[in-house]
């Protein structure tokens, strides 16, 4: 069992916390907003998404998944999933040359070897017929 980190459980982070931990792995969700982390460790979304609660509840039941407010939580996770949107420019559109949390920033010279992958939906763009699209990018 590998123990992951999620930092941050919007649509995208929570739903791949608790996905890894129903295969699994020991996962911990960092999240910066305490009413988001409120819901999700009482097993309901911020968010709509058919059947999500069920494997919530499930995935928490199990003791593999939790969430958290603090950082320090994630030391000791061997992978770092970075599952959180570009930072914004001032006009509002999406930063996408960096993520906006800094691999360096999430483990220690003490903590071992570790490995971060980045998670993110790519902006919204027109499709053919007009209408915007989201498409996943990892």
Do not use: N
């Not at 603090?70 to 996770?77: I, N, R, T």
């Not at 691999?103 to 902006?123: D, I, K, M, Q």
């Amino acid at each position: 069992m590998t123990k992951l980190s999620v930092i941050g459980c919007g649509y995208l982070g929570a739903v791949h916390a608790a996905c890894m931990a129903e295969l699994g792995h020991e996962v911990v969700g960092l999240e910066v907003d305490p009413r988001k982390v409120a819901l999700l460790r009482s097993g309901r979304a911020p968010f709509h998404e058919p059947g999500f609660d069920d494997l919530l509840v499930h995935a928490l039941a199990t003791g593999r998944l939790t969430f958290t407010t603090d950082p320090a939580a994630v030391a000791g996770a061997q992978v770092h999933f970075i599952c959180v949107g570009p930072p914004s420019r001032t006009a509002g559109t999406p930063q996408t040359s960096r993520p906006s949390t800094p691999p360096s920033r999430l483990s220690s010279p003490t903590s071992g070897r570790t490995t971060t992958a980045r998670s993110s939906w790519s902006a919204s763009r027109p499709s053919r017929s007009g209408r915007r699209s989201r498409s996943p990018r990892t």
